[in-house]
């Protein structure tokens, strides 16, 4: 099991505040799940199917999505038959491994894309009430704390109220905010914005747009559109469209991520309210079903609470008792808290 | 594979089937498999499916199904009769308390849509109970809610009660009533903050809310496209605050909604309304027979037959039919169709009602208003005498025609080409009918 010993060395030699966020704000999905998974080994002894019937009930219960799960029972029910496996304990290191291997694709690049130079542009987008404009809040306390130079374009000119939402969130943080009146077109909101960024000589332009469910063909031209003036601005840009989901979102989250990712192709993902979720699970889905990384979670509340995702804390997070069982430091663990 | 309905996910099984004379046990247990996939796919609680998979199993595995010769049929049959038992088989009203003004509390989780269905139901309140309700702004913590409110109040003329975001919510909501009395409003709807069901001392003020004004619905606001944990947050806040409804929002989403099935089960309080679109007066009432089937993903039936029903004058459909049937149909005929499908709402909405057409087929299909207004133009542009006896339209006529629609002498041609086409088609289709009686045609899938 050198996968989690090798986690397990990481994240015990450095106890820093990341690690802490994660563990937190995984907190719900963690118990529940290995809760659970704890209950399925003590209930069943030996693998057969009605033990894979309720894993898989398990892990659709964390919203890991039917297809998903039942490729993973397949590679599972190989695997058991390629080791011999007949005892329920003996399986349980291999299922971890493999919901490991699902969710960190190595290689891929999580990190967000800035410029060196220049101005670097982020466009939002996403459905109703999933959280972006309090994530733009967020990415913009953030950049701030480098020191960068921040603008952000209120592009939600269609919800009541979500232009003030955004001043507000400027002035909490202590950025400026590109406007114009409600109603009016979010297109020539980006466009000023860029001119007003230049200006300012920004490092960093981030756009809010209108929520928007992604079968409504309209607004998803619209969202093509702003794009659209906003490469005609400035070629490059924009640098990073990131699609904002809601962790507790079902499997309706794939239909948003393909949609959205066809009309403004979307290079990462921002998961927020996972701290509220027991379910997380749809991070598997996606990185399974989808080619777009999960670049920024949401692990609670707080404004420093957004975070860069990173598939091994987010693992360590997730299975933290498992792997800590699976190295057999679990006990020394209680013990020293 | 995702988002496969349950009909076309049967469809498989029943291909498997084909050949043999009945339908077998094993059969039976690989097809309550596809049920049970397709509402999980659906995002119904595992639970709850796992439940009602069993109460189905043991209809199915009875008389109704084995015997049948129609198997898919039966099955499909009894999950959507379980499932609208399950679902709660009446509508259910929005409470009136006996003494005004009747208090409602919109609580949920962040991001639900509580404000937004705040303000349509005031509108709604307003414009089909004929009611004078106030609105209050408890939303203390999001940045701007309040401002979110009142511009939904001046957008509808309506007041709102607000004291800023630095009273506490609970004086809010028990000014907002006093002032309700006081200006003879009958409803006062408060809008809460949205907050996590597992945080306490949120989930407390909200309490402390209920306690204050003693409120006669307390509604829940869920997200229709909330995964496995709807379960938890309708469970919890059931229990902390004793719900009396719910609202589902987003349901004109593509999501098919199995959120509202779990929600329904585990809370036992009934869905009163639905949140169908950005505008402000798209809420309905929340029809819980029709749920059942777009979870099933087996299409709107219910409201389309319907909106049909309201919107086509049957005496006048029935003439048509003849017509159609001796294709002697004119383009004044055709311009009455037209316009009553038209009257039948958008028509991408209408097409995805129709069960067999799915997500899948319907996305590439884009429905252009703009193209029948253009014909609509090019019929209308037409004398009387021509739309009778299109045969003596003649290029000169052909010119008028395109002139008097704005339109290019092509798209005259196209339609009247597209016209003759369609006569035939319905004359192949009528003589068809007439030779083997009932069979062929169209048929839906297990209909």
Known sequence: MSFFKKLKEKFTTQTDSVTEKFKEGLAKTRDSFVGQMNELFAQYRSVDEEFFEELEEILIGADVGVSTVLELIDELKDEVKLRNIKDSTEIAPVISEK????LDKSGEDTELNIQKDGMTVILFVGVNGVGKTTTIGKVAHFFKEQDKTVVMAAGDTFRAGAIEQLEVWGERVGV????????SDPAAVMYDAIQSARAKQADILLCDTAGRLQNKVNLMKELEKVKRVISRELPEAPHEVLLVLDATTGQNALSQAKTFQETTDVSGIVLTKLDGTARGGIVLAIRNELDIPVKLVGLGEGIEDLQQFDAEQFVYGLFKELVEEDTGAGEEDEESR | MAFEGLAERLQATFDKMKGRGKVSEADVKEMMREVRLALLEADVNFKVV??????VKERAVGQEVMKSLTPGQQVIKVVNEELTKLMGEEQSKIALAQKPPTVVMMVGLQGAGKTTTTGKLANFLRKKNNRKPLMAAADIYRPAAIDQLETLGKQLSMPVFSLGDQVNPVDIATG????????HHDYVLIDTAGRLHVDEDLMGELQRIKEAVQPDEILLVVDAMTGQDAVNVAESFNEQLDLTGIVLTKLDGDTRGGAALSVKAVTGTPIKFAGMGEKIDQLEPFHPERMASRILGMGDVLSLIEKAQTNVDEERAKELEKKMRTAELTFDDFLEQL???????????????IPGANKKALKNVQVDESQIGRVEAIVRSMTSHEKQQPSVINASRKRRIAKGSGTSIQDVNRLLKQFEDMKKMMKQMTNMQGKKKGKGGFQLPFM
């Not at chain 1, 919901?99 to 699902?102: N, S, V």
């Not at chain 1, 400026?176 to 109603?183: N, T």
């Not at chain 2, 316009?339 to 009602?353: S, T």
């Open chain 2, 50 to 55: 796992k439940k009602f998979v069993n109460d």
């Open chain 1, 99 to 102: 919901l490991a291997e699902k």
């Open chain 2, 176 to 183: 907002a009533v006093n002032q309700a009395k006081e200006e």
């Open chain 1, 176 to 183: 400026d905010v590109v406007k114009q009146q409600a109603g």
């Open chain 2, 339 to 353: 316009e009553q499908v038209r009257n039948m709402g958008p028509l991408d909405e209408l097409l995805a009602m």
